[in-house]
């Protein structure tokens, strides 16, 4: 199967998808998954914003978390026109989601909580910044 790049429009949905499927699992107890689920949807957000911003970035920008997250920075955060606030959102994210995903030991309720809380900020603020007439 030929898979095609996403466009910042679908990433965006994915982003808003990922954004309920945190807070539902969140309800349901699922506090790994649901640090993940808030991580994945600020990760696509940021690739959509990226993408859409003009930065002379790869299509391919979220091969690597890493290699995101320091394009976001440098590219939308670093000289604007992304707060610093909210950039420091999805670093704190990926901090909670690799606990999450790699350590024996679960994420705190609260941090949970607040990751899912900020996800649904980050992923509405790049969505009004970046995406408004979509």
Do not use: W
């Not at 649901?34 to 990760?43: C, D, E, P």
């Not at 901090?95 to 900020?121: G, H, I, K």
């Amino acid at each position: 199967m030929n898979a095609q790049p996403l466009t910042p429009l679908a990433l965006m949905t994915k982003a808003m998808t990922a954004c309920v499927s945190a807070r539902a699992l969140l309800e349901l107890g699922d506090v790994d998954g649901a640090a993940n689920r808030a991580y994945y949807a600020m990760f696509d957000a940021a690739r959509a914003a990226l993408l859409t911003s003009g930065a002379s970035v790869q299509p391919d920008i979220g091969r690597t978390h890493s290699g995101l997250i320091s394009a976001f920075g440098n590219h939308l955060v670093k000289n604007g026109p992304v707060a610093k606030e909210v950039g420091r959102l999805l670093n704190r994210a990926h901090e909670v989601r690799l606990v999450a995903d790699y350590n024996e030991a679960s994420v705190e309720l609260e941090d949970a909580c607040a990751v899912v809380e900020q996800a649904q900020v980050f992923v509405a603020a790049m969505k009004a910044q970046f995406l408004s007439g979509e």
